[in-house]
């Protein structure tokens, strides 16, 4: 399975572009569409979209393979999306060891979306525009905006 146009929007509308490198919330050296720089890597002229697009298009196809080897259930294709968008913004390392991937490969589908809405922090701080993210990933997995009467 492959992130689809919409999921792909959503990434790129959500980490923005940026041609020059900057320090993402959590400090990490950043650039284009939200690629941390690897060691050893830098662009100290800065890099154009076409370039970000080429390096997003790597980094995305290793947010697809993690999404791929982590999910034991089949997924629809806007769960597959959000969980894309969710694995490249916050690492595989974090969805291994959370309750929304127990709950989805539970069949806990419902839930599992649910869990989403709670990774709206860096840190201790709760940040609007992961708030946005995590409702739009909410609604690419359900077909849905968030109800109202869940706390967001």
Do not use: C
């Amino acid at each position: 399975m492959q992130l689809s146009a919409a999921g792909l929007a959503l990434l790129k509308q959500s980490e923005g572009f940026r041609s020059s490198t900057y320090l993402d919330v959590a400090g990490i050296p950043t650039i284009g569409y939200g690629h941390k720089l690897l060691p050893g890597e830098s662009y100290p002229n800065g890099i154009a979209e076409a370039q970000a697009t080429l390096i997003l298009s790597r980094d995305v196809a290793l947010s697809e393979g993690a999404v791929s080897r982590l999910a034991r259930i089949p997924l629809t294709q806007g769960q597959f999306d959000a969980l894309v968008d969710f694995v490249f913004n916050l690492g595989q390392g974090r969805l291994v060891s959370s309750t929304l991937l127990k709950d989805l490969n539970a069949g806990q589908s419902d839930a599992a979306a649910l869990q989403l809405l709670q990774w709206d922090h860096a840190g201790a701080k709760e940040l609007t525009a992961l708030k946005t993210r995590r409702a739009a990933e909410y609604e690419l997995w359900t077909g849905h905006t968030v109800p109202s009467t869940v706390k967001q």
